[in-house]
């Protein structure tokens, strides 16, 4: 039985991290960091198991910041209540919509103040509905977290694939 090798030469690697670490590539990488939390969020949201969209707060409560600074939250994704009705039909996906159309509760916000180390950036998918981990990840479990272990490689994708791309056309 064979095991995969990654094997890194320290001169090969010095050179690639000195030639990749300028001011560009910072704003490369909070490209990246931008496109993959929206994209945690919009798996939260779309792909099974799902928690139901118009009468649950945890699809309304979401938020996504780089660095502590606001990008966006799942209400300005999801629209009102009568057009995310509208788009999950269109997308195939069922809502179950009531007939008449109320406002559901919207936790949200546009506010993180999370320490960050030096040199550190960091994407934040804030779920901001108080009951989430109790209901949401222990009676119905998945809602989120089954999201980031499915696809954890497909994040780290989004973001390697962002500074690959403005790197090879920088």
Request: proline share 3%; aromatic share 10%; charged share 20%.
């Amino acid at each position: 039985m064979s095991q995969a090798k990654f094997v890194l030469h320290a001169k090969q690697f010095n050179y690639n991290f000195d030639k990749f670490m300028t001011k560009d590539s910072i704003k490369w990488l909070y490209a990246g960091l931008k496109k993959a939390g929206i994209q945690i969020m919009k798996d939260i949201i779309t792909v099974a198991p799902r928690a139901p969209v118009l009468t649950s707060a945890l699809v309304r409560s979401m938020s996504v910041f780089v660095n502590n600074k606001f990008i966006m939250s799942s209400r300005e994704y999801l629209g009102s209540v009568r057009e995310m009705a509208a788009n999950i039909s269109r997308g195939g996906l069922k809502a179950n919509a009531p007939r008449k159309f109320g406002e559901v509760v919207d936790y949200s916000t546009t506010q993180l103040n999370d320490p960050l180390g030096k040199n550190e950036m960091r994407t934040t998918v804030l779920i901001n509905a108080p009951y989430t981990i109790l209901q949401h990840e222990t009676y119905h479990k998945g809602f989120v977290s089954s999201k980031l272990s499915r696809f954890a490689y497909k994040y780290l994708e989004i973001v390697a694939d962002t500074v690959r791309r403005r790197m090879n056309h920088a």
